[in-house]
Structure formats: C-alpha cells, structure tokens
C-alpha cells in the first residue's frame, strides 16, 4: 500500500481512538461477567490479593489462590466461601438434556513459592488437572525487601525481583498457551506506581516494578501483533495503598491530603472495574519529558524523592529477623 | 509562619520549573564546562566488543588516566586493551561475568589491588535473546535479567562504597530506549532494561545528595553492532540505526558535562511524548505503521 495512504490511514485511526476513548469515558460500557471462570491469583493470601478473590467470589468466579504462606492463603480461602454462601443462589441452567444444573462456585488454594519456576510449572499442571482452563491471571504477588541498596543483603535484592518481576515470566509461560489455543483470556498485572515513577532508596523495588510493566507492556504488543485479540491484558499502577508493606512512607506533610495512600477496597474496585471492561493499560505522563533538573524540583517539591526513607527507617528498628515482609 | 512558606514555595514552584526548561535551553546552545579526567579510572563491563569497546577507547581518548575492560571473551578484551595500550593510555583486562554475583566481587577485589580505586564504573555489559515470551527459553530469559539488571546492582555494590569514601566518582548505564518503549520480540532485553532504567533513576535520586559522586543513563535507540544484528527498522532514512562512535562520543560527553539522562537521538524524546499522551489502541497503530511489530522478525543477534 502506497506510504502516503498508509500514513493517513494510521492518522485516522490515531485520532479515531481518542473519539472511543472520550466516549468510554462519557458512556461507561458494561461489565463482563466472569462467572463460573477460574480465576489464578498470586499473593491471594494478604492486600490487594485478598480483596481481589473477594470481589471475583462476589461475581461467582472460580477461584485459585496461590501464596507461599499457606494459613495466609486459607483464611483468603475461608473469607471467600463465606461470600460464596452468602450468594443468592442462580437461577440455573437447563443443559443439554434438558436438566436444571445449578453452578456452585469453588475456591482451591495452592503453596506456591511463584519466585521458584519448577513450583510455578508444577502448581500450574495441578491447576489444570484439579480445575480446568485458566482465564484470568491476575499477578499480584509482590514483596519488598525494605533496605538501602547498600545495606541490602544480596539475597533480598535476588528475592525481590525473582517475586515482582520473574515470576510473572513463569506464571504467564504457564498458562498462556491454553489461552492462545483458546483465543481468550485475561492477564493483569499488578505494578505500582513505583513502576512510573522512581524514588530514592527503594532501588531493588522500582526496578522490579519498572520490569513488570516492561515485561506487560511487551507481551501486549506481542499479543496485537499475534492478532490474539481475544486475549486482554490490564495493567494496575496503584498509588501507595494503606495495606502497610510500605508503612511509614510519606510525601511531604503539606502536600500529603493532596496524595493520600489509596484505601486499598478503593484501589481493588476502581481495577475491578478497568479488569471487568477491558481496559488496557493505563495511560500515564511520563516525566522524561522535562529535563532531569525539572524532575528533580517536583520530586522535590513533592517530598517525593525521599518519601521512603522514613519507611526504611522503620523497618530497620522493627525486629523482623526474617528480613521480607510481604504485603499484610 | 509555616503557611507563609509553603505559600512561598507554591508559588516558586512553577518558577523553578520554567528555570529548568530554560537552563536546559541554554545548555543545548552554549557549550558546558567539562570535567578532566586525569584523575579519573575508568571501568567497562561488556568492553570487549560492541559500545563498550568505543567507549574504553573514547575515555583513553579524553584523557583518562587508566582503562579497566571487563568481559566474558578474552579474546576480544585482550584485542581490545592492546588498541588502547598504543594510544598511550594504561589499560587492563579482567575476565569477568558481570551476572555472577561471586565472580564480580571476587574481581572487584582483584582489581583495587592491581589496579586501583575505580572512579567511574560504566555498566555496558548486556545481552538478548530476542524472542516471543512463548518461544523464549527460560534459562535465557534469566541470563538476561542476571546480566543486564542484577549484574549492575553488583557492580555498584562493588564500587559504589569507595567513590562514597572519596566523593569522587561518577555511575554510568548504558541503557536502551526500549526500556521505555517496549517491542515485541525482545521481550526478555525490554523487561531487563526497564529494570535497568528503574534502578538508575532511584539510584540518581538518592546520590543527590552525595556531592562528587554522580551519574548517567544513556538511552539509544538502534545501535549498529553485532547484538541487534538482522534487526530492521521501517523507515531507516528517518531512523538511521546509531553508529557506536557516536554512542560513545555521547556518553563521554555526558560524564564530562554530568548530564543525568540522554536519549539518543533526540528524535526519541517524541516517542516517549507520544507514550504520555496516546490511547493505548493509537500507540499500537503507530508501532504497526514504524514497523515495530515486525523489526525483531530478522534478528540474528550475535553470530
């Protein structure tokens, strides 16, 4: 096709997605219904995980929880059955037969060590054998090691990008295949702002924050250029949420009721809503377009660039001999 | 009298803004004092082949005091470091896998009793496997993230704490627009650099506040060399792949001139502007139109 064509071909559709995107925004379109979907979340047991199978049980998903802490993992499980009961019963299906089926939803949990590829592939093979086909992968689990760079152990900063970024390697290697087959499913990352934008001190998790959004962003446009379109993936970036893995962070005191940490069902909901009608990721600024110095002064301006050294500061009064501390 | 300055600083804010633009401005029209480097020892990972080899030779060219290459191929570092002996600058090679956690604090310490404290440490070592998630084969998928990413936290744990002790030093990284950009294909390099990119910008932000130590990312875009072989681009009379040279003359230029970040070339800059503001769906429709989805289809990599 001619480039000059082409060329206006592509402008169109550039400022054709900016019409469906104002008119997303103004008409907001409805939500998908998951039911009776096996849906994998990793880190089920505490934060965001937990507040994720929550919202999933209420729209009668089937769910997976993978954690490495397994009473953890099996309170997530029990909070889960209670709102399956609490259900208004369906109306059923008649199948082919003729006869009336109800579908009652389920919850099975899994020890999962997801920074660890052999236990993600093996917990994945009794996924498929136990519950069947996976169409929301929603990688959540995350860890932060709560050091200086220099006063890290090596291990930590192994630790954290083998949890925040790796992982999502094997739990999507293990389950995107079917989904390929399938021309469907849903992935979704769980990232964090710490993946847009750095600060100082926090150096191991905003690389593996920055390497998850890479990795997402990647797979995305592999999947377009695959034609997989049946296959959605969406990108979480909260802003500090109150779980407490990062207690003690703060901005500048003044402008802290400007930014203040995200409640965490807020967080979940507002992600619910992105997840359940499709959105990609999420558009954001990013601030290299100003020059470095500009940065520097609003980061500044924000108490931004040193808003985690308190936090690091109370992890190293807390005795915590274990040294990580997953999200509460 | 709280209120009165943080009223103050409100209003300075978008003050200090506009003085940065404008200094950046002056900076691109007005030639900026360079810093010598007569003092200064110079260490490269990944200096054997590629950008790091002009780099090692750019940095004896400017007048560096000593040249430390480390890489994998001694065949390569040995070439490498006897081109550089000629020019007159002392340079020295260690065989070195940046990836290996043991091996580079085992060098490191080789290297302050033979050579020297390390002054400016420039982490260029990378490599790529250049495949889809589904094709790519998971102990390279590691190797990747080992050597690009956590080699270089092991690096500035090597040499990070003696350039504190001096106030003297200066961390370069040699990263890659496609940490901010992603394509497909490259999924294993783009994941690892965005990391990279992270852990530099953090690292940045915290050194502010050391004085004599400071630090620079330069983010190319296609480089001419061996790694990115087969790879095409679209339209490569508006995007010319960057010569190596060039790279390095940059990078140099950058220390000596204690500029943060670099994007090269310029014309990047747009397509992180365009990153900021488009839908995802219009990013896509462009990416297919550069050629994005498809540059990765004749990678060959290094033979």
Redesign the interface.
Known sequence: MNIVV??FV?SF??MW??V??GAKWLIKPEEKSVEGQVCVITGGGSGLGRLFAAEFARRRATLVLWDVNRRANEETAELVRDIYREMVPPKGFRNSVGELQLFQPQVYTYVCDVSK?ESVYSTAEKVRREVGNVTFLINNAGVVSGH???ECP?EL??KT?MVN??AH??T??AF??KM?ELNQGHIVTVASSL?LF???????Y??????????H??????L???SKDGIKMTLVCPFLVDTGMFKGCKIRK?MAPFFPPLKAEYCVERAMRAILTDQ??V????T???????I????R?LGA?KCMYPFLAQRKESTNNNGMKPGM | MMDTK?LG?VVL?PI??LF??L??TVRLLVPLKRKDLVADVVLITGGGRGIGRHLAKEFAKQGARKVILWGRTEKCLRETCEEIAMTGTECHYFVCDVGN?EEVYQQAKVVREKVGDVTILVNNAAVVHGK???KSD?DA??KT?HIN??GQ??T??AF??RMLELCHGHVVCINSIL?????????DY??????????M??????L?DCPGVDCTTVLPFHTDTEMFQGMRVRFPHLFPPLHPEVVAQRTVDAVRTN???V?LPWTM?LL??L????????L??????AG???CMNTFKGRT
Not at chain 1, 198 to 204: K, Q, Y
Not at chain 2, 201 to 206: H, R, Y
């Open positions: 082409e060329f592509v559709k550039v997605s900016f469906l995107a590829r200086h760079l220099l090596d900063i192994e990008m970024c790796h390697f094997w999507t290697k995107l295949p390929l993946g750095s600060t100082a001190g926090v150096e191991d905003c690389a593996s924050k920055f390497g998850a959004i890479g990795f962003e990647s797979l995305s446009h592999e377009k250029a695959a003044e990609p990721m558009c954001t600024p990013r290299m377009v100003l020059p470095f110095d500009a520097v002064c609003m980061y301006f660039d | 943080l600083c804010f200090q803004i940065c633009i200094k950046a956690r889809t998630l589904m998971d998928l590691l993230q990413t956590l936290f092991w500035m744990k990070l704490p940490s901010l950009s992603s394509i497909p294909g490259a999924i783009c994941t690892s650099k965005a990391s990279a990119y992270a852990f910008e953090s690292l940045t932000l915290g502010l500029t943060a970040f994007v800059h992180v502007i990153k900021s503001l488009l839908p995802q769906c219009a896509e429709e462009i990416h297919k139109f994005s989805y498809t």
